[in-house]
Each structure stands twice: as C-alpha cells, then as structure tokens.
T-cell receptor, first 110, second 111 residues
Framework: KNEVEQSPQNLTAQEGEFITINCSYS?????LHWLQQHPGGGIVSLFM???GKKKHGRLIATINIQEKHSSLHITASHPRDSAVYIC????????????FGGGTRVLVKP | KAGVTQTPRYLIKTRGQQVTLSCSPI?????VSWYQQTPGQGLQFLFE???????NKGNFPGRFSGRQFSNSRSEMNVSTLELGDSALYLC??????????FGSGTQLSVL
C-alpha cells in the first residue's frame, strides 16, 4: 500500500463545476504539498499546509491531521485548470523526505 | 527574480555512459532537492541538499549521486546508465518558508 493515495485518478468536469481531489496518507507528517503539473510543463506548488485550510483564488486546500486526509477544491472550474494535481507529504517518520501520490488527471471541458 | 534553471533540457545517452545534470536555484534559496519522474513510478525523491550538505536521500542505488556548491547550485550525476534511468529529472529550490519552486526538468533518454 502506498503511503500517499490520491483519488480519483482521473476526473472530467464541465466548465464551471466544483471539483474535489482527495489525498490520504498513512504516516505522521510535518507538511503536505499540493502541486500542479500542466501537460509538457513544469510543476507549480499550489499550497503547503500542516493544518486547517488555505485559499488562493478559486483554489481551496484543507487538511485533517487526525484523519490523515487532505482535499483540494477547485471552484468554478475553467479549461485552464486542466492539469495533473499531485499531493506530496513530508514525513518526519521517513526522515522528512517528500513522498508523492500518484496524481489526479483533471480535464475541464468548455 | 529568475526561476529555477535546469540544464540541459534534453539529453540522449547510451547504456553504460554517465551523465551530469545541473540546477541553479532561485537566488537566496539554500535548499535544492532532486526528483525523478517516470510514467510508471510517478514522482520519486532522489536527494536534498542544504548549504552544501546532503540532508536526505531517497531509495535509489549508489549510481545516483549529487552535490551542492557554495553558491547553492547543484549537480546530480548518474553513472553506468541503464535503460530504466530514462526519465524526467526535476530539481526544486526552497527558502526559509519551505515552499518548493521547480525547474522545467531535464528529459533524459537512455538508448
């Protein structure tokens, strides 16, 4: 079992829809990152969080430390949100190394 | 402020050769980390350097090595290349807030 599991693996939405991506992890963590990777493009860090909730524009990230779960929400989705979204955790149990989820491929249709 | 720069962008090597990849972090960032991305394994952590010291190492064979210089620039080296080393190699730098800034990567093909 992977230490970091993301769901769903693939997601297709219509423009304007609300999107939720989930990330579950099995180890104690010091921080969780949400990353975005466009096709053929580099990786952009969206959020780094260790508790609570963060918001940036139409993106919201939440984390529940007790349940070892985080969600990334995209409100009013747009075709430019089409990308792979990757969850990564920094675990003190693993010597503070970053461990990545498998990614969620999001396609937003106009 | 210039971003993270990785060179070269593309590289083609044959089995048994060695390769050196370079990463120039954002000015002022002292932490540089390296990652391998493949379609099968996804993103995997290689190693992390801070102020010229290796702080962490992932589960890769000893053929994978790296170093960081006093100006925070970093290099990674892969010796005795294997077909399975074909991948996108990414580096990221971070400052005190630990937010990661990624380079565009080096696409390595081993023939």
């Amino acid at each position: 079992k992977n230490e970091v599991e993301q769901s769903p693996q693939n997601l297709t939405a219509q423009e304007g829809e609300f999107i939720t991506i989930n990330c579950s992890y099995s180890v104690g963590i010091s921080a969780l990152h949400w990353l975005q990777q466009h096709p053929g493009g580099g990786i952009v860090s969206l959020f780094m969080l260790s508790s609570g909730k963060k918001k940036h524009g139409r993106l919201i990230a939440t984390i529940n430390i007790q349940e070892k779960h985080s969600s990334l929400h995209i409100t009013a989705s747009h075709p430019r949100d089409s990308a792979v979204y990757i969850c990564a955790v920094r675990s003190w149990a693993a010597g503070n190394k970053l461990t990545f989820g498998g990614g969620t491929r999001v396609l937003v249709k106009p | 402020k210039a971003g993270v720069t990785q060179t070269p962008r593309y590289l083609i090597k044959t089995r048994g050769q060695q390769v050196t990849l370079s990463c120039s972090p954002i000015s002022g960032h002292r932490s540089v980390s390296w990652y391998q991305q493949t379609p099968g394994q996804g993103l995997q952590f290689l190693f992390e350097y801070f102020s010229e010291t290796q702080r962490n190492k992932g589960n890769f064979p000893g053929r994978f090595s790296g170093r960081q210089f006093s100006n925070s620039r970093s290099e990674m080296n892969v010796s005795t290349l294997e077909l399975g080393d074909s991948a996108l190699y990414l580096c990221a730098s971070s400052g005190m807030d630990e937010k990661l800034f990624f380079g565009s990567g080096t696409q390595l093909s081993v023939l």
